[in-house]
Every structure is written in structure tokens, then in C-alpha cells.
């Protein structure tokens, strides 16, 4: 394997808005000093950091870290949110620009429906087709109007969005313009939703250009199966692990990228920890090292 990527992290890690009360929130200046602590060579950016790219910047560079991507939900389903979505994302697109980062991560922002059935999503809870062209429609557009600032769009896949299964991120594929829309991957939310990875790596390889890095506990995965628990619960129990410990085939994931001669970032993605979020961010980066040399 001679994988040539580069390592981050991501806010989310040690303050995640999707659990409230689950912890205290990590002071942006602490959190920072812990990712560059844990050996990680970037990070995403969170919504709480600076708007000032100069600041960032040296926040940042300060550390040793490098800017990685940015993180945009959005609801394309509806044709009349497009505009504000397109603003929305070729502002963020923008300022990654300013900061030298030229991919921007989108993804659907779900609704509480499809967080109260992720995991085990039933057919006719899928877009209707009148949904799916807006949302391919909305993506391409928002790649038209990113390329002109140097940044590429990757959809995200994610669990309790409406598209979350393979068979859903299969549709949006067929829908959008490879040469436009690539892909974050991210491996725990495909596995979340019943998918296999490996399988994905090998339908769209050419297009995956970033990569959330989790592992499963296929435990916890079973019994929100078993007893219809949403997104929000699974996070609470602990639904993504350290790594090592869960059910992600991280060789063969490893050697498909490699195939893919796959160079960008890989951003380990916890989301929530039983361990500090340092003792969990420290765990997985020495687990990459040793086990992979990355």
C-alpha cells in the first residue's frame, strides 16, 4: 500500500451540536492545541472558527495544522431554497478559496423524519423523482458556480439525510455530472445505512476527492435496528467507535483508495466519544500510523 494522503480531524470530534448536553464544549483555542497534540495534519473548519482568513490562518499555522474543507447542509430537494443554498455554498466555497482549500463538502440536510429512521430506512421514505431533479439540478448548479472560484463541490453521504443508503447515493450518481459533483465518502454513514463500502469504492472511485474516516460499533448498530432508535440515539450510544473496534474493513477501504490512486485528505470523523476527545483523537491517529503508515 503506498497511499499518499493527508490525516485531519474535524470540530465535530469535541463539539457536536447534533448531541446537546452531551459534554461540555471545547474552547476553540484548546481544541486546536488538542488536534495538532493527537498528531493530525489539518482540520475542517467549524462553524465557530474565525471569518477572518488572516486570523485563521495563523491560528492555525501556529500549530502546525493545515485547513481542510468545510461542511455545508443543504435542502435542494425544494427548488425554492436553491437560490439561498447557492449563495450559501459559493460563499463558503469563497472563503476556502481565501484559504487556500479547494474542495467544499456538501450534503441534504435531512429532516426529523429521516433522522427518526436512520439506519433502517424503507423504501417509499426515498425522494420522489420531482425531488431527486432538484436536488441534481441544485448540485450542479452549485458546481457551476464553485468552479469559477477554483473548488471543486463533494456531496456527502449521511445518515438521516434522504440520501443515505447506497441505493440513494446510487441514484444521486446517476443524476449528477461526474465531472462536477465527486464524492466525500464517508464510510461510517454508508455502513450506518446498510451499505458496503467496498462496493462503493468500486463504482465511484474516480469520483470519491475526500474522505470522512469512522468505525461502526456494529452493536450499538444492531440494537437501533432491532429497536427502531434514531440517528440522535445512536449518537448518544456511542454508534461510531475508536478505531479498531468497530466493524469498518479498513485494509480493504485502504487498498481501494490505493487502486483509485486516491491523494486528498482523510478526515477522522468520531462525532462522539466515551473517552476525552483527545484520548479518542490520540487512539485513532496512532492507530493510522501503525497499522498503515498514514
Same mark, same amino acid.
Given at each position: 500500500?503506498?497511499?499518499?494522503?493527508?490525516?485531519?480531524?474535524?470540530?465535530?470530534?469535541?463539539?457536536?451540536?447534533?448531541?446537546?448536553?452531551? %459534554?461540555?464544549?471545547?474552547?476553540?483555542?484548546?481544541?486546536?492545541?488538542?488536534?495538532?497534540?493527537?498528531? *493530525?495534519?489539518?482540520?475542517?473548519?467549524? %462553524?465557530?472558527?474565525?471569518?477572518?482568513?488572516?486570523?485563521?490562518?495563523?491560528?492555525?499555522?501556529? %500549530?502546525?495544522?493545515?485547513?481542510?474543507?468545510?461542511?455545508?447542509?443543504?435542502?435542494?430537494?425544494?427548488?425554492?431554497?436553491?437560490?439561498?443554498?447557492?449563495?450559501?455554498?459559493?460563499?463558503?466555497?469563497?472563503?476556502?478559496?481565501?484559504?487556500? /482549500?479547494? /474542495?467544499? /463538502?456538501?450534503?441534504?440536510?435531512?429532516?426529523?423524519?429521516?433522522?427518526?429512521?436512520?439506519?433502517?430506512?424503507?423504501? +417509499?421514505?426515498?425522494?420522489?423523482?420531482?425531488?431527486?431533479?432538484?436536488?441534481?439540478?441544485?448540485?450542479?448548479?452549485?458546481?457551476?458556480?464553485?468552479?469559477?472560484?477554483?473548488?471543486?463541490?463533494?456531496?456527502?453521504?449521511?445518515?438521516?439525510?434522504?440520501?443515505?443508503?447506497?441505493?440513494?447515493? +446510487? =441514484?444521486?450518481?446517476?443524476?449528477? +455530472?461526474?465531472?462536477?459533483?465527486?464524492?466525500?465518502?464517508? /464510510?461510517?454513514?454508508?455502513?450506518?445505512?446498510?451499505?458496503?463500502?467496498?462496493?462503493?469504492?468500486?463504482?465511484?472511485?474516480?469520483?470519491?476527492?475526500?474522505?470522512?474516516? =469512522?468505525?461502526?460499533?456494529?452493536?450499538?448498530?444492531?440494537?437501533?435496528?432491532?429497536?427502531?432508535?434514531?440517528?440522535?440515539?445512536?449518537? *448518544?450510544?456511542?454508534?461510531?467507535?475508536?478505531?479498531?473496534?468497530?466493524?469498518?474493513?479498513?485494509?480493504?477501504?485502504?487498498?481501494?483508495?490505493?487502486?483509485?490512486?486516491?491523494?486528498?485528505?482523510?478526515?477522522?470523523?468520531?462525532?462522539?466519544?466515551?473517552?476525552?476527545?483527545?484520548?479518542?483523537? %490520540?487512539?485513532?491517529?496512532?492507530?493510522?500510523?501503525?497499522?498503515?503508515?498514514?
Amino acid at each position: 500500500m503506498s497511499l499518499n494522503v493527508s490525516v485531519g480531524t474535524a470540530p465535530i470530534n469535541w463539539n457536536n451540536v447534533d448531541v446537546p448536553g452531551y %459534554r461540555p464544549p471545547t474552547p476553540y483555542e484548546q481544541m486546536l492545541d488538542e488536534m495538532a497534540q493527537a498528531g *493530525y495534519e489539518g482540520t475542517e473548519i467549524g %462553524r465557530d472558527f474565525p471569518t477572518d482568513p488572516n486570523k485563521l490562518l495563523d491560528d492555525l499555522a501556529r %500549530r502546525g495544522l493545515r485547513p481542510a474543507s468545510q461542511y455545508c447542509p443543504t435542502n435542494l430537494r425544494v427548488r425554492g431554497n436553491h437560490a439561498a443554498d447557492i449563495e450559501l455554498v459559493t460563499r463558503t466555497a469563497k472563503f476556502l478559496s481565501s484559504i487556500g /482549500v479547494d /474542495v467544499v /463538502v456538501v450534503a441534504d440536510s435531512g429532516s426529523p423524519e429521516r433522522w427518526a429512521m436512520a439506519g433502517h430506512v424503507p423504501d +417509499d421514505a426515498e425522494m420522489s423523482e420531482d425531488e431527486w431533479l432538484s436536488m441534481a439540478e441544485g448540485l450542479n448548479k452549485i458546481a457551476d458556480a464553485c468552479t469559477q472560484l477554483g473548488v471543486k463541490v463533494a456531496f456527502h453521504n449521511h445518515a438521516g439525510t434522504y440520501v443515505e443508503t447506497e441505493r440513494e447515493l +446510487d =441514484k444521486l450518481m446517476s443524476l449528477t +455530472d461526474p465531472y462536477k459533483i465527486g464524492l466525500c465518502l464517508d /464510510v461510517g454513514h454508508l455502513l450506518y445505512g446498510g451499505g458496503d463500502v467496498l462496493d462503493v469504492c468500486k463504482k465511484y472511485g474516480d469520483r470519491i476527492i475526500y474522505v470522512h474516516l =469512522k468505525d461502526v460499533d456494529m452493536g450499538v448498530l444492531d440494537k437501533c435496528k432491532q429497536e427502531n432508535l434514531g440517528f440522535r440515539e445512536a449518537l *448518544y450510544m456511542g454508534i461510531f467507535t475508536e478505531f479498531g473496534k468497530g466493524g469498518l474493513d479498513f485494509r480493504g477501504f485502504f487498498n481501494a483508495l490505493d487502486e483509485h490512486n486516491y491523494s486528498g485528505w482523510i478526515i477522522v470523523e468520531q462525532d462522539t466519544t466515551k473517552l476525552s476527545p483527545l484520548e479518542s483523537a %490520540r487512539h485513532n491517529r496512532q492507530f493510522l500510523r501503525e497499522n498503515f503508515g498514514i
